[in-house]
């Protein structure tokens, strides 16, 4: 990966432009959610090298359950690691944006994100929880059903580049604790990373939710 310095402020200004585009103010307005007492801390293994470069991230996994959802998504790509949050951001603020505006429709949720692909170039879909299903699809933008369920999900506080070190830990987790894979994990962004001056938070506050559905 990059000079995590560097691709730290990529994804965090993509979901800002989000965030402020469509005044979600459910659970992403407030301050990330405490570690609850139940949380297991997963220790998150490093080099000797990578050990002295960064602070590692910080990662809750819990057990628990989703809600039903309904979702409207549009696919896109990136060449490099560092134009994800660019494409983020013009398909969170284009063609889902229209889409919410013909439909007259609210956000039930903060944006997630499906990622196909782990190396470049990225494939990944960008989506936005609705409180209904729309009528009119703008072009290039389909709508799913995202089942509620049994999930394990990761609480993630670190700089965005860290975050394979989410995924290691939760397919760990899931491991030792014998639980098998039940669809596609996504990320959701909970936290918006820029406070109300402008400014980028200290990604240690930042929360982003690595989501396993499970059985």
């Not at 039930?108 to 494939?123: C, L, M, S």
């Amino acid at each position: 990966m990059t000079n995590p310095n560097r691709s730290l402020a990529y994804v965090p200004i993509a979901l800002t432009i989000t965030i402020l585009s469509f005044s979600c103010k459910s659970k992403s307005g407030k301050e990330a959610d405490k570690p609850k007492k139940d949380t297991l801390i997963v220790p998150v293994k490093r080099t000797e090298k990578e050990a002295q470069k960064e602070r590692p991230p910080i990662i809750n996994i819990v057990d628990t359950l989703a809600p039903k959802r309904i979702v409207i998504y549009s696919k896109d790509s990136a060449r490099t690691y560092e134009r994800i949050g660019m494409k983020l951001a013009k398909n969170y603020g284009s063609k889902l944006a229209e889409t919410l505006k013909k439909n007259n429709l609210k956000l039930a949720g903060q944006p997630i994100a499906w990622y196909k692909t782990t190396k470049a170039p990225f494939f990944f879909e960008a989506g936005l929880p609705v409180n209904k299903a729309p009528s009119k699809l703008s072009k290039g933008v389909q709508v799913r059903d995202l089942p509620g369920g049994m999930v394990v999900v990761a609480h993630f506080y670190g700089p965005y580049n860290l975050m394979p070190q989410g995924y290691e830990a939760i397919r760990e987790w899931i491991k030792v604790n014998k639980k098998t894979l039940a669809g596609s994990p996504y990320e959701i962004y909970v936290t918006d990373p820029i406070d109300k001056d402008g400014k980028p938070l200290d990604p240690y506050k930042v929360q982003t939710d690595i989501v396993f559905p499970v059985k």
